[in-house]
């Protein structure tokens, strides 16, 4: 069965750092990406960033732009999402997916559960 399972979320500072991990299992790692995507209370659904696994090419999207760096093991079958100068509206729960290499949610089929982040004083 495809896994993905998301972790490292927390409670944090404003201005703090926190690095979430998505451990994947069940498929070939190699031949996917995987996206990160956040969702804030009573908020849509927000794009984060992705990665080719194959090659690690990244893509940024706009919400965390500049404050954030994706990378991935792939001897480990894991994806890492480094998160610095972090905001209180960056608290939201913190979903990886697995699907294709694209910055389009609906090409991405497996879920993880999600990691909350909370960013507050």
């Known amino acids: 069965d495809v896994q993905l399972q998301a972790s490292g979320g927390g409670l944090v500072q404003p201005g703090g750092s926190l690095r979430l991990s998505c451990a994947a299992s069940?498929?070939?790692?190699?031949?996917?990406?995987i996206g990160w995507f956040r969702q804030a209370p009573g908020k849509q659904r927000e794009k984060i960033s992705f990665?080719?696994?194959?090659?690690?090419?990244?893509i940024y999207e706009d919400s965390m732009k500049g404050r954030i760096t994706i990378s991935r093991d792939n001897a480990k079958n894991m994806v890492y999402l480094q998160m610095v100068s972090l905001k209180p509206e960056d608290t939201a729960v913190y979903y990886c997916?697995?699907?294709?290499?694209?910055?389009?949610?609906?090409?991405?089929?497996?879920w993880g559960q999600g990691t909350l982040v909370t960013v507050s004083s």
């Open positions: 069940g498929f070939a790692f190699y031949d996917v990406a």
């Open positions: 990665i080719k696994i194959s090659d690690g090419t990244p």
């Open positions: 997916a697995q699907g294709d290499y694209s910055t389009s949610a609906s090409r991405y089929t497996y």
